[in-house]
């Protein structure tokens, strides 16, 4: 083994134990581990003022076993009625389960669950089996008046999956996960919505092989969370995959819904398109489960083609050349590259200095006049055709060096999209000594970019020894989505919690939406009003009166729809 | 003057007299025809055993003076409290203002306009200055129960403009028809909903000459009404252009909206994409009125290229080949046509016959192995930057070649574009002989096209003397839109009205969607339910009750909404 010239922190290495609060904590595979570099430990020591002797002791691991000291209050007899529904087997009631599905993966909730504090859970889980199993219970809950919220892949950020007034937590994941139906003429997938996406998209990739398909395809759809995203919850919370700016978001790779509500079970028609009045198909996208509970989703697949695949990156002298090339990219009518990213200078220093690029490469870039904290990096793809992707990657690269950017070369891109979806694996690590990671996103016109960009930034940087790097992904013609990476030393929750909620109502003030790809959930609804407007709230309020009228799907804050007056907030 | 060899009828080329029942009837430019060819002539006398005689005599001509036998209703306080918002002289009530703008462009309503048979009207006609005169009316009609019906263009083939209850007819094409802004950064335009289409494309074209902006623009947008449709109406109604397949539909192309509905006021946010609950700018869109009144758009614009255009033709040995040729088109993922369509044997044959396909070109064909009633026509453009269009073009060369078609160079594809939106002027010539030409559309998925096509096609057949031609436009990967013409010789209105919602309900039958741009109007609303399920159109109801608690936006069966139990239709 090489030695180590430095210190490095004792990062964990192991599966959380079964049971304790720390596996629920973690994010992703519980063997999987990516700890920060040694550049980010050095990093973070200069910004937060931290010394090795701060990397020595973990605080609020959560490697305890989970107790919750919250008696089940459902009636038993609507207990024994649910078990009726699903069988025996597919209702929970230990400690364990009501705590692990009702945590989404919020930087608040994680740093909360570490100090024992447990918020609301449901008082049963209950893994419904198809379909039947979830009108079944779903008609059950709306006669009883028993609150319903919904769990597929628990990634959620916003406290999606909090079931703020008990009763209980439907858990899609469990055996709502198949294919149901790969269709070659149409190209489209029917699949349930407690499907993962690593296991969509390797049965998509493998279709030949597995399904015995002509052809292979793609989803089309890669968050962050890919790994521990369904794709029921893609479409219920409006997400965007890193391939977006080609393939389009969630909302756009939907031909049809099923849904089970309180107002009864539907499927939308199968078109490519209609006018035959306001499209049901899109009223329930982005609902997050407060109308109804997806059970079946048709969705557009691609063909797949990743041997035609072209990798671009390259440095700009400063932000505002990066934006206006991205801008001339998306507008160009060439064809839209699949990735597409620029890193602000904030996130292209810190990124060249956390991935190594070596010195003299760096000494050159500067000779150049790419000079640190005004330079700005661009990685991306481009996919489909064969043809196609020469056309795009050339455009790209001729744009990109009349806006005085210098090519360099797919290297930085390959890099960046083998571990595009490890990111998240870091925070337990910086969690163990009291650093908060979190990321907060918002669409925006290219008139409004560089308000958006520099009046969020300001905010985030008006806290000392906060990092503060930003990045504009998930590209269109009218604009782009800032999404805004911050890093601060805190284990106070309040603390966190107050300034992270600083930083959303900075968004609202500078005009970015509230979210571009997150979602909703319980964190924004109070914002809501104040964001759409009152009277766009209430035709989401009346919808929800519509299919909802016991108001037991996802209640208690979800989309701000059942929010009592004195809790939606007014920004000053 | 050339001696012609053949008699030719006496087309009417004189503009209908000022206040004559004509004047309603035709369509477009009063004083603009197109005649159908010679070729047309033979072959309807053919198709529907009619000789010279028959050409000679026109019945029901429309030329007589309008005349309105029904009184207005509305109270005078009413009117006089609308002329206090809008001003004297944008209020009418003489009949001939009444009629005209209860009145589209229905086969039925012309023929019964002919007949001197008029269907409901409105008490008073009014032209709103601005979005203020819209707010104030619709709060005033709101208060007093006074139905409103809008009209812009009146190019709708649904009765989506009939006053059934009658009221107020509500006219946004008189004043409100300006481009507000043009935003040059983010590619969208600003404009009032009762522009028309060639106005707005005009000022976009020539955006430097006329607005001093940087470059020319184009709103992507060709509906064959393109010339009589308001950008407004193309939201509303859920439109699609020629052009769709690469720039979207109407739909896609919108930004935000700004509605004055019953229940208040709103603009929808300018973002490109968004998480936050279901998007209410979905919501509206194609709700025809019934929701409240579009008093600004802001839309896509695209950049103006014409320099770069490609055109191609294609015969195809087959229908089959085609279709499977298409397909492959439009799920190659090279980027897509711009305009693309492609013909039955039956359009493709009367199509040759009737442009006037030279006869050793004919033979050549046939010698090929492209025999008439199999052989089908392809054609349409690329757009967009040079390269791109350069290699969709190549591209497309390429499948359709693999697909047994031979090249006809651009020339059907740039002949029919010189004529694209005229084709409606022949209506008034073949009904002044007793004949009516109708449109019918729906969309489907690929692997329901051919039972569609041929199910509905048996049905139109399976009347003697009918002809129908049936093409595709307006395609996507996942399927495309069939668009049925049908003519036929009659002059009775309920013989044609029966044959013709025979046809719907054959479209609907065969799974074809029951509009894929035409929208719903009254024609459409009794299917409603029975096509989209009860459960779903529950869902436009409660959106109905939530904008239009009194029922007074566009009622009287728009959209099916308002059509009591014993009206909505079954299929049997």
């Known amino acids: 083994m090489k030695k180590r010239k430095n210190f490095r922190p004792d990062w964990t290495e192991s599966a959380p134990q079964e049971g304790s609060v720390r596996s629920i904590v973690k994010y992703g595979d519980p063997r999987a581990f990516k700890h920060p570099s040694d550049g980010w430990v050095a990093m973070m020591k200069r910004e937060f003022s931290m010394s090795d002797d701060d990397f020595r002791n973990k605080t609020a691991e959560g490697n305890e076993m989970l107790v919750l000291k919250k008696p089940v209050t459902l009636k038993e007899k609507h207990i024994a009625a649910i078990r009726a529904i699903v069988g025996e087997s597919n209702v929970a009631s230990d400690d364990y389960s009501r705590v692990k599905y009702a945590s989404g993966k919020t930087t608040e909730e994680l740093m909360e669950l570490r100090k024992g504090i447990i918020r609301e859970v449901a008082d049963i889980v209950v893994h419904p089996r198809d379909k039947g199993d979830v009108a079944a219970i779903v008609a059950y809950c709306n006669a009883n008046s028993i609150p319903l919220t919904v769990f597929a892949a628990g990634s959620s950020v916003n406290f999606g999956v909090r079931p703020v007034h008990g009763g209980v937590s439907l858990v899609l994941s469990t055996h709502m996960n198949r294919l149901l139906e790969l269709n070659e003429t149409n190209q489209t997938a029917r699949v349930q919505p407690g499907m993962f996406g690593p296991a969509y998209e390797e049965l998509l990739n493998h279709a030949p092989e597995s399904l015995g398909a002509r052809r292979r395809y793609t989803c089309g759809h890669f968050p962050q969370s890919f790994e521990y995203s369904s794709v029921g919850g893609w479409v219920v919370t409006l997400g965007s995959g890193q391939a977006s700016t080609c393939y389009g978001d969630a909302c756009d790779l939907v031909i049809s819904q099923e849904y089970v509500t309180p107002a009864g079970s539907f499927k939308t028609l199968d078109y490519p398109a209609t006018a035959t009045g306001p499209k049901v198909n899109d009223i329930m996208k982005g609902s997050e489960g407060t109308f109804g509970i997806l059970v079946e989703v048709t969705m557009k697949v691609f063909r797949f083609m990743p041997e035609n695949r072209r990798y671009f990156s390259f440095m700009f002298p400063t932000w505002g050349a990066a934006v206006d090339a991205s801008r001339e990219i998306m507008q160009g009518e060439f064809g839209l590259p699949a990735v597409y990213r620029i890193s602000d200078p904030e996130e292209t220093d810190r990124g060249l200095k956390l991935y190594g690029i070596p010195s003299f490469v760096d000494r050159y870039l500067v000779r150049k006049g790419y000079k640190p904290m005004e330079r700005c990096l661009c990685l991306g793809t481009a996919e489909g ?6 056309l795009v990657a050339a455009k790209i690269r001729k744009i990109c060096r009349d806006h005085g950017a210098i090519c360099l070369t797919g290297y930085a891109s390959k890099k ?16 163990d000594f009291g650093i908060q990671i979190d990321t907060l996103e918002a669409s925006v016109t290219w008139d409004n970019l560089h308000h958006l960009h520099q009046g969020v930034r300001a905010y985030i940087k008006s806290r000392p020894g906060t990092m503060c790097m930003t990045h504009a992904s998930h590209f ?20 966190f919690r107050t300034f992270q909620r600083g930083v959303i109502e900075s968004i609202v003030k500078h005009g970015g939406s509230l979210s571009h790809h997150h979602g909703v959930g319980r964190m924004m ?26 108001n037991i799907m996802n209640p208690g804050g979800q989309l701000g729809l059942d929010l009592p007056e004195e ?6």
């Open 385 to 390: 055709d064969a043809g196609y992707t020469k």
């Open 416 to 431: 960046w999209e083998k571990t595009r979806f490890t990111e998240p694996y870091m925070r337990e690590d910086l969690q």
């Open 476 to 495: 269109y013609p009218q604009g782009t989505n800032l999404y805004f990476i911050f890093l601060m030393k805190t284990s106070e929750v309040d603390e």
């Open 525 to 550: 609804g109070p914002l809501m009003d104040e964001h759409l407007g009152r009277e766009q709230m209430e035709v989401l309020r009346a919808l929800k009166r519509h299919f909802d009228p016991n």
């Open 567 to 572: 809790e939606r907030k007014k920004l000053t």
